[in-house]
């Protein structure tokens, strides 16, 4: 008897697979891309693809890196993953504020560090790499982050310049369709440092 459920366990578990695979290979055609664990329309991700571009995301999301005429462009390979873990931040604890160092320091930023009042805020990795990114967030804590303006929508505050109170005004269709779009970005593995206190 005991066998004879498992058989038949299996076999139900492999006929939800197969149903499974089916629903993943349908979502993956529509939207061109990496296959989403929530199955995400083509218009939605047109849509979030669309706002991302005119919200300029990329801008303080995307690494720089030297283009072929020498100036910087968004390195296509990092888009979106923030600020690069590997970025060595000098120890600006002991620097005077203002002292010519100082003010290399914080020229020398690039569009993934701001200072910003008395914190250095790096830009948040918003590729869906499970580890470092925003891959596992459901819909609600990206909505929720966008219009608290706190780490999924319930932990800490997100600093400026992240622009969370001007995203917070878009309707939850348009910010759902920003995260569908986000769903898609190639994941990169890169954890991002968090605000570290500037002036003491
Ligand atoms: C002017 C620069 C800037 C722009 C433009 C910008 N961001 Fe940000 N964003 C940041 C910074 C900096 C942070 C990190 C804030 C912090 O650590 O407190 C951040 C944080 C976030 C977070 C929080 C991640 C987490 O783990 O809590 C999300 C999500 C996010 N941004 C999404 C977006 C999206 C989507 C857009 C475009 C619609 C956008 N950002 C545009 C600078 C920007």
Known sequence: MKNINLKSAAIAVLALTALAAGCNKNATQQAA??????????????????????????????????????????????????HPQDEKIPDVSDMVITSDAFMEFLDNL????????????????????????????????????????????????????????????????DLISIYAYLRTVEPVSNKVPPPIVLYR
């Not at 047109?46 to 999301?61: I, M, Q």
């Not at 706190?150 to 269709?173: I, K, V």
């Open 33 to 82: 891309a990496p296959a989403p664990a929530t199955a995400y329309t083509a218009a939605q991700v047109t849509r979030g693809a669309e706002l991302v571009n005119e919200w300029k995301c990329s801008f303080c999301h995307t690494p720089e890196m030297k283009g072929p005429d020498g100036k910087p462009m968004p390195n296509p390979e990092r888009l979106l993953s923030g």
């Open 110 to 173: 690039d569009n993934t560090a701001w200072a910003s009042n008395d914190m250095l805020v790096f830009s948040a990795n918003l590729t869906p790499d499970a580890e470092t990114g925003i891959g596992t967030w459901t819909d609600v804590q990206f909505v929720g982050t966008m219009r608290q303006g706190m780490h999924m929508g319930l932990g800490r505050r997100l600093l400026y310049p992240m622009p969370w109170q001007e995203l917070a005004e878009l309707s939850d269709s």
